[in-house]
């Protein structure tokens, strides 16, 4: 599948409301925001019911319905459109990211700098932390050995006295020296990427199996963002959603 | 929780040298220059987990001994307002008379309880991580529980100083530690003003629940914790040596102000610090 068909399928997965549960899941068990969209249902039956109920008692008297059960109808209908519509503004800002990465993210190629051991072991079928090299610069796509190659000098940099390193490459070889996961995602020098644009170390839960294009990782991330909740890396299984 | 209030004070508190200097693998008891590296860089990491609001690794907002409790309660809340509120939305569709508004006064009144029963705990508990220091303690009694899965978790009296830990202070604590360890096995004899705690430890009926209390006849700096030590929070997935590196809240003596603290805070050279120990006792 070529990259713009996957990113049409992953539009098409949101739109029918997919797409958040094949992509890593760090919120709570019970979001308000889930909460106040699931309340709308109830706020609409109790719209028509009052409604049925409005209309048999007009044909009974013959009358029009009296202006109070009106305006009831009005605030009813109000407050279940207000849970329809305004469920989101309960969101956190964290959901409010993971959904424009949904919705706007661009698919960046991805290679691994560091990665928990159990995801190399037979069977591993969990979610696991690790760190990418994440690459918004198409180049990346026709060359994969040059992010691949500049991945492995990221990870040589761990080891490394940072001290006697430059400030830049310093501050990437503690975050990938403590390996406290989730932190925000640092923008990597270009001539530790061989050149490549637009590179950024950033941390992500791996899918047991991710998606590869190329030979790289595919991520779905927010260009120039660097919440670790503006990135998610693919599992295969996305590319056969929906017979794909 | 998405709060990171004080980002800018944390940063102020950890300087960026904290964070310089080369990989700690080996870190010798006695080794100053190691030492003082160590404890730099466990700051370092501890800003990094406040810079990023990842609580987990300081055990989750809210934490303590009454989180799981609290967090428990604030669920069933949640969901009786859920509950109540959907009730009341299907009701408004009847009646506008006291059964729709008491309905929809219950769903308030949960929303109202869960906001008291959470809030509390959880603005307590991110006080607190940002208070939070990273100290080694020693362990100088030892009792192993089983728990309900046949694991033992020791319950243990560990000796620290609530204070920012130097190289000095290291050295003062394993003295120190050492000195009560002879002094609770009967082979010093103990100052009077030491005896009643030195009882409630041989004794050891009391509640480890993370409290801890001043011992001014060892020393002002020093403090006796008293806390449980879960398996899974060691580097080998058991208590094998004297040294525990936990987070003390230095301003919080009650139950939960002090509690292990996970072993990527501690970092490889904490957990070469603790195998010498425990090589060390070995010996």
Redesign the interface.
């Known amino acids: 599948m070529s990259l713009d068909a996957l990113r049409a399928h992953l539009r098409d997965l949101e739109a029918k409301g997919r797409l958040e549960r094949q992509l890593a899941a760090r919120d709570d ?2 979001p308000w925001s889930d ?1 106040l969209w ?2 709308q ?3 609409f ?6 409604v049925v ?1 409005m209309a048999n008692a007009a044909s009974a008297t013959g009358d029009g319905p009296p202006r109070g059960d009106f305006l ?1 109808f009005v605030a ?1 209908a109000l ?2 459109i207000a849970l329809n519509r305004g469920h989101r503004f309960a969101r ?3 959901q409010h990211l993971r959904q424009r990465l949904r919705e706007d993210g661009v698919l960046a190629a991805a290679a691994i700098v560091q990665v928990n051991q159990a995801f190399w072991q037979d069977g591993n079928d969990q979610w696991l932390p690790g760190s990418v090299l994440l690459c918004f610069d198409p180049a990346a796509w026709q060359q994969p050995a040059r992010l691949t190659a500049a991945a492995e000098r990221l990870f040589a940099l ?6 006697a390193l430059p400030p830049e490459h ?1 501050a990437l070889a ?1 975050d990938l ?8 995602s640092t923008r990597v020098p270009s001539d530790l990427c061989d050149g490549l644009r637009d590179c950024w170390l950033a941390t992500v839960t791996f899918p047991p199996e991710p998606l590869q294009q190329h030979g790289l990782l595919v991520a779905l991330a927010l260009p120039g963002e660097a919440s ?1 909740h503006a990135v998610a890396l693919l599992p295969r299984a996305l590319a056969t959603d929906g017979g794909a | 929780v ?1 709060a990171a209030p004080d980002r800018g004070m944390m940063r102020r508190r950890m300087t960026k040298e904290d ?5 700690l693998r080996d870190v010798a008891i006695g080794d100053v220059q190691a030492l003082g590296a160590l404890f730099a860089e466990q700051r ?2 501890l800003a ?2 406040r ?2 609001a ?1 609580w987990q ?1 300081l055990g989750g907002v809210p934490a303590g001994p009454r989180a799981p409790r609290a967090v428990l309660h604030g ?1 069933y809340l ?2 009786a307002f ?1 509950a109540l ?3 009341a ?6 009646t ?1 008379g006291p059964w729709l508004w008491a309905f929809a006064a219950l769903a308030a009144a949960c929303l109202l309880a869960r906001a008291v029963i959470l809030g509390g705990p959880v603005r307590r508990t991110l006080r607190s991580h940002h208070r939070v220091l990273l100290v080694p303690a020693l362990v100088v009694a030892r009792t192993d529980v089983r728990a309900d899965d046949g694991v033992g978790v020791p319950h243990v009296h560990a000796l620290l100083q609530p204070a920012p830990p130097t190289p000095a202070s290291f050295a003062a604590l394993l003295e120190t530690a050492a000195r009560l360890r002879r002094l609770l096995a009967g082979e010093e004899s103990a100052p009077a003003d030491l005896e009643p705690a030195l009882a409630r430890v041989r004794a050891g009926a009391t509640a480890f629940d993370g409290g801890r209390e001043p011992l001014p006849a060892l020393g002002e700096a020093f403090e006796l914790a008293r806390l449980e030590v879960p398996p899974l929070a060691m580097p080998d997935d058991a208590l094998t040596s004297r040294l525990v590196f936990v987070l003390v809240d230095p301003e919080t003596r009650g139950p939960g102000g002090v509690r292990v603290a996970q072993p ?2 501690w ?1 490889p050279g904490g957990e070469s610090l603790y195998a010498a120990l425990r090589e060390q006792e070995a010996a």
């Open positions: 068990a019970m909460l699931l309340l249902i109830p706020a039956a109790g719209v028509a019911i009052h109920r009831w009813l407050v279940a956190t800002p964290a761990r080891d490394q006295d940072r001290s310093g503690w020296y403590h390996s406290l996961w989730p932190v925000a670790p | 998405d964070r310089l200097g080369p990989p370092a990491r990094v987990v810079e990023n990842s690794w669920l949640q969901l859920v509120a959907a009730v939305l299907i009701l408004a569709g009847f506008r990527l805070l970092g």
